[in-house]
């Protein structure tokens, strides 16, 4: 229901205790159902980033080799 300058009313919310309790439940639920990767996982996902590493930096490096010398033309 709109009050005096038009907005409306905020609907009673739950209390900070009940919140606070609410979070730490789904908290725990969600820690139970995680689980340590295997190793072949584990590898699966090093590989990946690895290669993340890998790839960024070749980029990098190439963008840098390509403007090195097209800087110095530009200041020489």
């Known amino acids: 229901?709109?009050?005096?300058?038009?907005?409306?009313?905020?609907?009673?919310?739950?209390?900070?205790?009940?919140q606070v309790q609410d979070f730490v439940k789904d908290s725990a639920m969600f820690y139970g159902k995680c689980k340590k990767p295997d190793y072949a996982e584990y590898m699966k996902i090093l590989q990946a980033c690895i290669m993340g590493f890998i790839v960024?930096?070749?980029i990098g490096?190439?963008?840098?080799?390509?403007?090195?010398?097209?800087?110095n033309i530009i200041l020489s």
């Open 1 to 18: 229901m709109p009050n005096s300058r038009g907005t409306n009313k905020p609907k009673e919310s739950k209390g900070v205790v009940t």
């Open 56 to 58: 960024m930096g070749s």
């Open 61 to 71: 490096y190439l963008i840098k080799l390509v403007f090195i010398p097209i800087n």
